[in-house]
């Protein structure tokens, strides 16, 4: 078996008397995406923002990429790879769509301790960051404004801007949220691709784009992970059945 | 040509024609007033890479430019009267070289900036313009009970301080110095609005989680950016000092640091020549409302209302639109 990059070691998180992450564990291996699914309130937004740094965990460990980063913040942890795209589009909004790019290409090769060149000039910033808006194509809306940009075309350029980071692992909480079915569609394809380059971690709502693309899958429920496997050995277990699946059949 | 550039070439322009006017008419009170509006639009540029690119709303600029306005003081008063300022780890005595005094001025004002932006960094919000506000009236308070220098009654300075090869007390050519320096600092700015810190600065201000998510701290950014605009409004109270050769504790006051704040407002925040604007405009009504009231500042205080209330990108913005966003 190969080492996972990420992993999650017996993570615990309380809020008081919710137990929002209660003795999680989780790995992503090379290669893999590895979904992350559960219902409202199951605790999957406190979990991702542990992964990423927001949270510390009350107890266990955040292993990545051979070494415990449970101590460093969000800064440290995007340096050391990790690329994040947020649940609600998080980009600087009176920017162009291309400066969002490039920040990122900033931040992740020369840092923004540079005050007298013009960055939208700088090539070596330039190339990386119009590859990343080519590859989700966006490269003709490189001038727009962000905040003229549709709700679908603002989860395409979260993804161009974790992209430039190249990280070695994706973290992407929802990305496919209010897509819509072709927008939806063209992503998976997309992100069916993107695990050659780094793993994902998906937390999604979309239980075909789960099913169709995720190599295991993982169940969390009121802030424990009930079953991880692939999609058949999820499908057919009767726990996540009753526990969450059933709930949504239901409804 | 973009309309902002335009605006802007005019407005040089005028603070290139305007006092040749005055001086060729021999009105050396309207130079006077001019080299007031630039060295207040130089304190407004300081503001204005905090408030503007930064997002952070200090209300405590008067303690840079008090802090300038000091260096400047206590540097001349020296000189006047032979005594060094300190001897010991090296001597240091005072000065009436106007170049080093400005060095003095922005390493003393940037030293002051980063010790309070450190501290004042850590809140934000409605915390941050009150622990600013906070430290303004510190110093405030400190020089006024401060007898070494004057205390209330502040520091006179007899003799302009000097400039190689210049008669600074020429109104026209002392004009000339700090209209250089303005310059020299709007295009400074210019390319630091444009630069990659210019870019992460003004990210951080829109949107301070997607900075962090590709790995570039928020915290030192600001302080960077808190320090050089406190070192520019610094410099900016040296020559203020040396135009009115006096310095007292109204520098640090409270009202220095809102009418610094309304000059980056009236003009438009954000925008590169917003406090040149801004200052100008509030001369200007100083000089023609004063002239009509004592209380002109009742209309000021109208004015403002109208700017914040229907016209957000202050002059600028009612004058060349929605700013855009730099290719």
């Not at chain 1, 409202?40 to 107890?59: E, F, M, V, Y």
């Not at chain 1, 003229?148 to 929802?174: C, I, K, N, Y």
């Not at chain 1, 009930?226 to 969450?244: K, L, Q």
């Amino acid at each position: 078996m190969t080492e996972p990059i990420l992993d999650i070691r017996n993570i615990s998180k309380s809020f008081g008397a919710l137990r929002a992450s209660n003795d999680v564990s989780l790995d992503l291996r090379p290669g893999e995406i590895h979904a992350l699914i559960g219902p409202n309130g199951a605790g999957k937004s406190t979990l991702i923002k542990q992964i990423a740094g927001n949270l510390r965990p009350d107890a266990g460990a955040v292993w990545f990429n051979g070494r415990d980063v449970t101590e460093l913040d969000t800064v440290a942890r995007a340096r050391a790879g990790l690329g994040r795209t947020f649940q609600i589009s998080s980009l600087a909004m009176e920017m162009t769509v291309l400066q969002n790019v490039v920040l990122g290409a900033m931040g992740h090769r020369t840092g923004p301790f540079r005050f007298f060149r013009p960055v939208m000039k700088d090539r070596a910033l330039l190339a990386p960051a119009m590859q990343a808006l080519e590859q989700v194509g966006l490269e003709e809306f490189a001038t727009t404004r962000t905040a003229d940009l549709s709700h679908g075309q603002r989860r395409q350029l979260e993804v161009a801007v974790a992209l430039t980071l190249s990280p070695r692992v994706f973290l992407m909480d929802e990305p496919m949220a209010g897509l819509g079915a072709e927008g939806s569609h063209r992503l998976m394809g997309f992100l069916d691709e993107l695990r050659q380059q780094a793993p994902i971690l998906l937390v999604e709502h979309d239980m075909d784009a789960v099913f169709a693309l995720a190599d295991r899958i993982s169940v969390l429920v009121y802030g424990q992970i009930i079953a991880t496997g692939s999609a058949d050995e999820i499908r057919a277990n009767p726990e996540v059945r009753s526990a969450y699946l059933g709930e949504e059949e239901d409804a | 040509m973009q309309r902002e550039t335009l605006i802007n070439i005019i407005v040089l322009a005028l603070l290139v024609l305007f006092p040749l006017w005055a001086w060729q008419a021999d009105e050396p009170f309207m130079i006077t007033l001019a080299t007031r509006a630039v060295i207040l639009a130089l304190a407004g540029v300081g503001l204005n890479l905090a408030l503007g690119l930064g997002g952070m709303v200090s209300f405590g600029h008067a303690v840079f430019f008090g802090v300038g306005g000091y260096a400047m003081g206590i540097l001349a008063s020296h000189a006047q009267s032979y005594e060094p300022i300190f001897e010991w780890p090296f001597l240091f005595e005072g000065s009436k070289f106007m170049p080093l005094i400005w060095l003095v001025a922005i390493l003393s004002s940037g030293l002051a900036a980063l010790a309070i932006g450190a501290l004042s960094l850590r809140t934000s919000g409605v915390y941050f313009i009150m622990i600013t506000l906070a430290f303004g009236q510190m110093f405030f308070y400190f020089t006024i009970s401060w007898p070494a220098y004057g205390g209330e009654d502040g520091l006179s300075v007899y003799v302009r301080n000097g400039f190689p090869g210049l008669n600074t007390l020429d109104p026209i050519q002392f004009y000339g110095i700090c209209l250089a320096i303005l310059a020299i600092v709007l295009f400074a700015m210019s390319r630091l609005a444009r630069s990659s810190f210019g870019l992460a600065l003004s990210a951080a201000r829109q949107n301070e989680e997607r900075v962090q998510a590709v790995g570039i701290g928020v915290f030192r950014l600001r302080l960077m950016a808190f320090t050089i605009s406190g070192a520019i409004t610094g410099l900016a109270g040296a020559l203020f000092a040396d135009l009115n050769r006096f310095v007292s504790p109204v520098m640090f006051s409270w009202q220095t640091s809102g009418e610094i704040m309304i000059f980056v407002i009236l003009g438009g925040v954000g925008r590169l020549y917003g406090p040149v604007i801004g200052a100008v405009l509030f001369i200007v009504l100083e000089h023609e409302l004063g002239g009509l009231s004592e209380y002109w500042h009742i209309y000021l205080g109208a004015l403002l209302l109208g700017v914040v209330l229907f016209a957000r990108g202050g002059l600028i913005g009612v004058l060349a639109g929605r700013e855009v966003a730099h290719d």
